[in-house]
Nanobody, 114 residues
Framework: QPRLVESGGGLVQPGGSLRLSCAAS????????MRWYRQAPGKQREWVAT????????TLVDSVKGRFTVSRDNDKSTVYLRMNNLEPDDTGVYFCNAWALDTWGQGTQVTVSS
């Protein structure tokens, strides 16, 4: 059964960095497009990043371009979200998603605050 487990969240000051990880199991990871979403308190879930399968090409929401990078390690069945220069508006629960399987992780909390 497909499963995703996120990790790496935490409390960080504005301008700080975090790297989120999402470990996948139960399916052929390298053939599946992966996405990151986030949900701020009181707001709807928002798409953040997509990484495609073959060439590792990716796309990001405009608000994080230049600060966030999404990558994947197919040998480890893991997708990453590197977040630099974090801002308070980046606060929320971050989820990874296996797009074609409609499978979600439990989320990891990111709080950006001084």
């Amino acid at each position: 059964q497909p499963r995703l487990v996120e990790s790496g969240g935490g409390l960080v000051q504005p301008g700080g960095s975090l790297r989120l990880s999402c470990a996948a199991s139960g399916f052929t990871f390298r053939g599946v497009q992966m996405r990151w979403y986030r949900q701020a308190p009181g707001k709807q879930r928002e798409w953040v990043a997509t990484i495609f399968t073959d060439d590792g090409a990716s796309t990001l929401v405009d608000s994080v371009k230049g600060r966030f990078t999404v990558s994947r390690d197919n040998d480890k069945s893991t997708v990453y979200l590197r977040m630099n220069n974090l801002e308070p508006d980046d606060t929320g629960v971050y989820f990874c998603n296996a797009w074609a399987l409609d499978t979600w992780g439990q989320g990891t909390q990111v709080t950006v605050s001084s």
